[in-house]
């Protein structure tokens, strides 16, 4: 394999998948994607990931990177004749850390659990997940500064790893019935949310809210067998 | 307040405070220690950290930074003249935010929770530490080299956040009643655990396994009203 050889373990619905890809695009960095099938883990993921043996595995030459936000951070870090991801700024560059971490560990989950949840269960994690959108609008406010993007006029650290998670949110707003991005509440994340998906990184690797509802199905289904939906 | 005034807001038992005051010493940056009460959030940290109302914040200046490892490269960022915590490599610091993430999201979950746990249950947490400690010997194995840490002659991130976890395995493995750190199986972590514990950055702020014990009482006891013990 050459030294400079790019490939990228995934699965096309994968937010965490698309986080490593959206930052390759933006550094116009050359890959090859390689598609795990669902259910069946290729030996080059388990030797990659043998810790999780998870996608997104980044195969840069014979060096595997694991976990997204490594990821993201490894690119930005390796390509910089590309734009930058994460601010120069030491401040900035925290606050971004920050706010990816809350997406991980407090706000997907919760969002997430929804579908699967009911009742008064279910009512809270609605509940956390607005709340959560909430302060990601107050955030917004203050970091965009009036441009597109919490990252300015370009996709930085906290875009991509808030809107790889749009697509679910979709999902999730669909499927579950329940209105979570709302215009009135949080119209910076509507408009938002659209400059993120028209962007020329993220278009091409932002899969269609239909598209992920039937790949839901088919995870659910997939006990009894049924064909995987390919993007 | 100056530009260049450096407070830790933190509990002295809390794992995650210990990775800032670490970094701090390693840095050998002057800073306030602010003690929070347990169970009584000051008004400086509610501020400081709206979003989850939790210790570490380090305060430099009039901004706050909020989260352990976020804190931890932070310092690391902005006090260049000071031993470097993470590597300048970019895949060898790709490597160091794997393993903290790892730590983070499921080794110090799985441990935490076995003094609750009964039976089975506690029998699985217990299986699911071990194995991860001897996922972290083999990872000491490969990037140590032979030298004391994980970062090799000097403490770097993978020690930071692995070590500042010491005291908690302690308590776990006395009060729990279960060998977790074994000699035998991970030769390495034992003598790691014993430099990283008497390094001149650490050991001013590594609690004493009968204090933290005590502590843990206390957490345990806290709504009956009894007095916080102190460090």
Known sequence: MAKNDVKLLGIWASPFVMRARISLNIKSVNYEFL?????????????????HKKVPVLIHGDKPICESLVIVQYIDEVWTSGPSILSADHYDRAIQRFWAAYL?????????????????????????????????????????????????????????AFGSLLGWLRVTEKVGEVKLLDEAK??????????????????SVMPETEKLIEFSKFLMAKMKGAPSPKN
């Open 104 to 160: 991980d560990d407090k706000w997907f989950p919760a969002m997430r659990r929804i579908r699967g949840a009911q009742g008064e269960e279910r009512q809270e994690l609605v509940d956390q997940v607005v709340e959560g959108l909430a302060l990601l609008e107050e955030a917004f406010g203050k970091y965009s500064k009036g441009k597109a993007f919490f990252g300015g006029d370009q996709i930085g650290f906290i875009d991509i």
């Open 35 to 51: 598609e795990e099938t669902v259910g069946s883990k290729s030996e080059l993921l388990l030797q990659s990931n043998p810790v």
């Open 186 to 203: 949080t119209p910076g994340l509507v408009k938002w949310a659209d400059c993120f998906c028209a962007d020329a990184a993220v278009k």
